[in-house]
């Protein structure tokens, strides 16, 4: 069954504390994507990769990192410098079409 | 990548036919309408994508004007579970070695009524 899947689903993360929320696909796509989506609003773009070994920072890069060691994952790293990480993060990668995993809500405790 | 105008939000019966609308005055040659739908706290799903002639998919139809500067997206029988936000994008054709990102507006809340 191919797509992309994103874990965990929940994420509960106490302040201060660096998480990593992971993003895999099976699809053969070169490139990958991190979106944030805030309650009512639209998605805003993190990092994106178009390449093993490669990415480049999106509109809102500032607290976040990335890695793309492979091509089939491309694992997102929160860390403790992102003032206001409770968001609703997206995954997505690009052939002809963009697709999207389900999404990881963070809360932040 | 052209900017889009939709409705806010829409009504639609269970059972009939929802077209929801979009405006995209100032596409380009070369730019291609996108539509997703993303259902509450779930990803965007990708429906269907055209250049000018007319698409359809077991999901949707897509009908583009001859002017290419407005769209309707047309769900033929509409169900409970096609309560959604629906997003048109305008954006040149997405492929495997151009990442760019998708610029998502605010969409359309359709709501289907028992």
């Keep these: 069954d191919g797509g992309i ?28 994507y991190w979106y944030r989506q805030d309650p009512g609003q639209g998605l805003r773009l993190i990092y994106y990769s178009q390449i ?34 409770t968001a609703f993060y997206l995954c997505a990668s690009s052939g002809n079409e963009q697709f999207f995993g389900p999404g990881t809500r963070l809360t932040v405790l | 990548d052209a900017k889009t105008t939709q409705p806010p939000s829409m009504d639609c019966a269970e059972g009939r036919a929802a077209n929801l609308p979009c405006n995209h005055s100032t596409i380009s040659g070369n730019e291609y309408v996108y539509w997703y739908r993303q259902i509450h706290s779930q990803g965007p799903q990708y429906i269907i994508h055209g250049l000018k002639n007319n698409e359809t998919n077991e ?13 309707t997206l047309i769900l033929p029988h509409a169900t409970l579970r096609d309560t959604a936000v629906y997003y048109c994008i305008v ?24």
């Design chain 1, 5 to 32: 899947t994103q874990s965990p689903k929940y994420l509960f993360r106490k302040e201060g504390q660096n998480v990593t929320l992971s993003c895999e696909q099976n699809l053969n796509h070169d490139a990958m």
């Design chain 1, 52 to 85: 093993v070994n490669d990415f480049q920072k999106g509109d809102i890069a500032e607290g976040y990192s990335v890695s793309r060691e492979k091509k089939e994952s491309f694992p997102l790293t929160v860390t403790s410098a992102q003032k206001n990480p």
């Design chain 2, 59 to 71: 999901m949707a139809s897509l009908i583009i004007t001859e002017d290419r500067k407005s769209s």
């Design chain 2, 91 to 114: 954006r040149v054709l997405i492929s495997s070695g151009s990442a760019r990102q998708l610029t998502f507006g605010s969409g359309t809340q359709l709501t289907v009524l028992p």
